[in-house]
C-alpha cells in the first residue's frame, strides 16, 4: 500500500481538541482548517477520520467504536480507525495524523488515503 | 484457467480437490456476493451466475432511492464489473432464467435450452413483485429491476399525482422519492398503519407521523376496491370512499419468491425455499441464499424469509463458505436500513412481539432508538437517525443480552457500558 502523500512534505499540526472533551464520548466531530475530522479515542489511542463517510455523507462522529472499528451510523460500514480502510469494500475513507501533547490532541488536516491492494 | 491469490486477507486453507464448479442461479447481491467469497477463499474452479435479467450483478437498495431520485448513475449500482469477472474467471450468463434443476446430476436448466451441470448449485433467484388482481393498466407500476426503476424514474416529475398502494418499505421509499422531486403522494394502506406488521403498533405510529408531516397523503386502513383508467390519467378508488386520479400508480404488495426453479426437485417451495442455518437444502449439493431462501432460525424457532440487502449478503458469503466444505453459520441477528425523507430507519432483530419498548431519544424529533424487549431480553431495536445506538443494539440482540432499561433510556449512559454486563 501507498500513500498519497509523501513523508518527505512538513508537518502541519493543528490543534483540534482536548483529550477531555474527547474523553466523554470517545467520539467527537470536530472542524480543523475548516475540514469537518472526527476524533475517535480506541483504548488509549486517539485517531482522525474526515467525518463525512465516503458512502452516502453521514457524520462518522455520530457513530459509535466496537470492537476497534469505527461504525458509521449510516449504513454500518466499518472501517479501521487508523488507516480508513472499510471492511469488504474497496472504498477507503480518508485519515489524518495525530498528535498528542498534554491534554491537547493535534490533527494534520490535510488527508491520507490509503491505495488500493492490488 | 490461471492462478489466484487471495485479496481478501482470508484465504481458505482446505484444499477442494473435489470441488470443480459451482453454479449460481441468480446474478444479484447474494450471487455477486458468493462469487466474490468463492474467489477470495481461494477456489478456483469454475463459477457461474445465471441471471434473468439482462445486467450484470447490480445493487437494488437505491433503486427505491437515490438513483429513483436520479442522484446515482448505473455505473455506481454495479457489483461485479466485467472486467473484474473476466479477471477472476467468473461466467455470466445473463438473460437466461433458470427453469428448473437436475438434483441427481446437480444441472441447472436455462430458459434458452442449455444447462449447465456443478458440483454444487446455489440457488439465488430472489423473487418478483406480487401483483394485484384487479390492478392492470397502462399507468401501473412494480418496483424491482433497474428498468422498473428507470421507467419510473421518467414519470416522477413535478406536479405529478402519485397514488402508492401499500406502505411497507419500498411504498414508503418510493412515496419519499416522489416527494422529493416535487410529485404529489397519496400512500394507501389496507393496514391501520404502515410498516405495522415489522415495527408494531409504536412505531407504526411513528412512521405515519413522519409521512404525515413530510406531505405524503396518507390512508391507512383503506383497501383499494377499483382501478380504472381514463384518457387523462388512472383513478383509484378505495373502501374509505376515496376517489384518488393519478398519472401513475405504484404497487408496493410485496414479493413473491422466485422458487420455480426447485419446484419438482423434491425440495419443498411454499413460501420460499427452507433451507438450514448454512443456507443447505434438502437436497444433498444445492444451497438456497437471499429473497428466495426461507432460512431456519434457532433463535425464534421457526424459519424466516428476509428480503434485505444484509441478508442477502450474508447468507451468499456463508453459502460460499459451506460449498468450500466450512460450517458458517448465519445467525447474525437481521439488519436493515431505509432512507426516507431525509431520515435513516434502521432495524435490527425482531420487534414484533415485545412485552416491553424502552425509548433512548425523542420519539417527536424523530431521533431516537427504540429498544424492544421480551421477558426482559432485548429482541429488537428500531434507530431513527440514531445508527450509532443501532450499531451497539445489533450486537446486544446477537449476544443474547438481558440490559438495564435504564441505562437504555439514559443518553447520559454510554450503552458500550452494557457489553461489560453481558
Not at chain 1, 472533551?21 to 467520539?27: A, D, N, S
Not at chain 1, 457524520?59 to 449510516?74: E, F, H, Y
Not at chain 2, 424457532?301 to 458458517?328: C, P, W, Y
Amino acid at each position: 500500500m501507498d500513500e498519497q502523500r509523501g513523508d518527505e512534505q512538513p508537518e502541519e499540526w493543528v490543534e483540534a481538541a482536548s483529550l477531555a472533551q474527547l474523553r466523554k464520548r470517545r467520539r467527537l466531530g470536530v472542524t480543523v482548517a475548516g475540514r469537518a475530522i472526527a476524533l475517535f479515542l480506541v483504548g488509549d489511542d486517539v485517531y482522525a477520520l474526515d467525518d463525512v463517510c465516503v458512502h452516502k455523507q453521514r457524520s462518522l462522529s455520530k457513530g459509535t467504536v466496537l470492537n476497534g472499528r469505527v461504525i458509521c451510523p449510516g449504513h454500518q460500514w466499518l472501517i479501521d480507525p487508523a488507516t480508513g480502510r472499510v471492511e469488504d469494500r474497496d472504498e477507503c475513507q480518508p485519515s489524518h495524523a495525530v498528535r498528542i501533547a498534554g491534554d491537547a490532541v493535534y490533527v494534520d488536516p490535510r488527508p491520507r488515503v490509503l491505495s488500493e491492494e492490488h | 484457467m490461471t492462478t489466484r491469490t487471495s485479496s481478501g486477507g482470508t484465504g481458505g486453507s482446505s484444499p477442494l480437490t473435489e470441488l470443480e464448479s459451482v453454479v449460481v442461479a441468480g446474478a444479484g447481491q447474494t450471487a455477486a456476493v458468493a462469487a466474490r467469497t468463492l474467489r477470495r477463499r481461494g477456489f478456483e474452479g469454475r463459477v457461474t451466475l445465471v441471471g434473468a435479467e439482462p445486467h450484470v450483478p447490480y445493487q437494488r437498495p437505491p433503486l427505491s432511492k437515490e438513483y429513483l431520485a436520479g442522484e446515482d448513475d448505473r455505473d455506481e449500482l454495479y457489483l461485479l464489473t466485467p472486467d473484474w469477472c473476466e479477471g477472476n474467471g467468473v461466467e455470466l450468463r445473463l438473460g437466461a432464467a433458470a427453469t428448473a434443476i437436475r438434483p441427481a446430476e446437480r444441472a441447472l436448466e436455462l430458459a434458452d435450452g442449455s444447462s449447465l451441470r456443478a458440483d454444487a448449485l446455489l440457488i439465488a433467484t430472489g423473487g418478483r413483485p406480487r401483483r394485484l388482481p384487479g390492478i392492470d393498466g397502462d399507468r401501473v407500476r412494480y418496483l424491482r429491476t433497474i428498468d422498473d426503476a428507470d421507467r419510473l424514474r421518467a414519470e416522477l416529475r413535478p406536479g405529478a399525482r402519485v397514488v402508492v398502494i401499500g406502505a411497507g418499505f419500498i411504498g414508503c421509499e418510493v412515496a419519499s422519492t416522489a416527494i422529493g422531486l416535487g410529485a404529489q403522494v397519496t400512500l394507501v394502506e389496507q393496514a391501520a398503519r404502515p410498516l405495522g406488521h415489522v415495527l408494531g403498533d409504536l412505531m407504526g405510529d411513528v412512521m405515519a407521523a413522519l409521512l404525515r408531516t413530510s406531505g405524503v397523503d396518507l390512508r391507512t386502513g383503506e383497501k383499494v376496491e377499483g382501478y380504472a383508467e381514463t384518457a387523462s390519467g388512472a383513478v383509484v378508488t378505495t373502501s374509505g370512499g376515496a376517489y384518488l386520479e393519478a398519472d401513475v400508480v405504484v404497487v408496493g404488495a410485496g414479493m413473491v419468491p422466485n422458487v420455480e426453479a426447485v419446484t419438482g426437485a423434491g425440495i419443498e417451495t411454499a413460501g420460499g425455499i427452507p433451507v438450514d442455518e448454512y443456507c443447505r437444502t434438502s437436497v444433498d449439493g444445492v444451497y438456497a441464499a437471499g429473497d428466495v431462501a426461507l432460512q431456519w432460525r434457532p433463535e425464534l424457532g421457526r424459519r424466516v424469509r428476509a428480503e434485505h440487502f444484509d441478508n442477502a449478503n450474508a447468507q451468499g458469503m456463508a453459502a460460499a463458505k459451506n460449498i468450500l466444505g466450512g460450517t458458517s453459520a448465519h445467525t447474525a441477528p437481521p439488519w436493515f436500513w431505509s432512507d426516507q425523507f431525509g431520515r435513516n430507519l434502521q432495524h435490527a432483530g425482531h420487534c414484533d412481539g415485545a412485552d416491553r419498548v424502552v425509548v433512548r431519544g425523542r420519539v417527536e424529533d424523530f431521533d431516537f432508538v427504540a429498544f424492544h424487549l421480551s421477558g426482559g431480553v432485548l429482541r429488537g431495536a428500531f434507530a431513527v437517525d440514531r445508527g450509532g445506538d443501532l450499531a451497539v443494539a445489533r450486537q446486544l440482540i446477537g449476544a443474547g443480552a438481558v440490559p438495564d432499561p435504564d441505562v437504555l433510556r439514559d443518553e447520559d449512559a454510554d450503552l458500550t457500558e452494557l457489553f461489560d454486563t453481558l
